[in-house]
């Protein structure tokens, strides 16, 4: 009923931000060993990501970020097309761009998934794939999504070009070290680094939203701490080591984007 997923998803938003470990649990039936069971909780799971992500690039596509499709509906679509929305080629523009606003999350939400779970496996905490998933996809669909929502925000409002800069400053640092671990030359670095943002420029404003960032980046942390400890049943260490791993996962993103565009390793 509607009233009821009305009542669900309240309270799951009130448990990402006042009780994660309650949010973050994965429910007795995730560790039922029936194919049936796991097969239910795996679509369970499935629909709750491919919702969020959905919810997360629609808003992003309608203000028309990060669209490139220029192209019109292809012939197979058209009828699909003008069943949904009457316009073939605004239903193909608007499944497009969601597409395109979903798979930068999309990839770093299964590079989290891989280096999460195998650390977990690593260091012998792991008591199965499906735990693993279930606190993939609920931190990812509450805590990553913020995280990505408020940088896509910081790119577009005005009024925040200096925590724009300072923040696109801190990626580019990240990205010059990789550079010169991969030992790309000058003449194929895309970014290049700037002058340093100072602080003091940032107004309160803008301060704001960089706190709201932080925090975001602290609750993303601790409920990948939380489901090592709560799923797993994984020791601190485990659970500390599991997290540097998904900690990791940008610097493997960004490390195979440079061997990709540059055509191997350059040590």
């Known amino acids: 009923m509607p009233t009821g997923r009305a009542t669900r998803a309240i309270t799951g938003l009130f448990d990402a931000v006042f009780r994660p470990s309650r949010f973050v649990r994965a429910p007795n039936a995730a560790t039922r060993t029936s194919i049936r069971s796991t097969l239910r909780r795996l679509r369970g799971l499935s ?5 969020n992500v959905v919810l997360y690039a629609t808003p992003l596509t309608l203000s028309g970020f990060g669209v490139a499709v220029e192209s019109d509906a292809p012939a197979w679509f058209v009828p699909i097309g003008r069943s949904v929305l009457g316009n073939p080629d605004t239903a193909w523009w608007l499944l497009a761009g969601i597409a395109q606003n979903s798979v930068f999350i999309t990839a770093i939400s299964g590079l989290t998934l891989l280096t999460y779970h195998a650390a977990l496996i690593v260091t012998r905490s792991s008591e199965g794939f499906l735990l693993t998933l279930h606190t993939v996809v609920y931190s990812v669909s509450a805590y990553l999504a913020g995280i990505f929502t408020v940088l896509v925000f910081l790119s577009r409002a005005g009024p925040f070009a200096t925590a724009r800069e300072l923040v696109i400053n801190v990626q580019v640092r990240f990205i010059a070290v990789m550079y010169d671990v991969f030992g790309v030359p000058p003449s194929q670095r895309v970014f290049t680094l ?44 485990s659970a500390a080591l599991s997290l540097l791993a998904v900690g990791l996962s940008p610097v493997l993103y960004v490390a195979a984007l440079l061997v990709y565009s540059t055509g191997g390793l350059m040590l």
Request: charged residues 10%.
């Open 47 to 51: 629909v709750v990501f491919v919702v």
């Open 194 to 237: 700037g002058d340093p943002v100072p602080a003091s420029r940032l107004s309160p404003s803008e301060t704001t939203i960089l706190a709201v960032l932080g925090v975001l980046v602290l609750y993303f942390a601790y409920s990948m701490y939380l489901g090592a400890r709560l799923n797993h049943g994984a020791g601190v260490t």
